[in-house]
C-alpha cells in the first residue's frame, strides 16, 4: 500500500478506530521483535514498516486532536 493511500484511510478513521488500530501495531510490533530475538526469520524490513506506519497513526491521531481543540 503506497504511503498516500494509508494516510487518506487513516485520515478516514475516528479517534477510537485510530486508537484501537495503534494497539494492533504495538502488538504486531512486539510480536517481531521477539522473533527477531529468537531467530526465526528476517523481519527486519518488517519492524521498520510498523514502526513507520505506527508513527503515521500517532500523526493522524495528533492532527484529530489538535482540530477538536
Known sequence: ??????????????????????????????RLKFRKALGVGEVTADIVREKKTLARVYTVLGEKDKAAK
Do not use: I, W
Request: aromatic share 4%.
Open 1 to 30: 500500500m503506497k504511503v498516500k493511500e494509508q494516510l487518506e484511510q487513516l485520515r478516514e478513521m475516528n479517534s477510537q478506530e485510530l486508537t484501537d488500530q495503534a494497539d494492533a501495531l504495538k502488538e504486531s510490533l512486539f
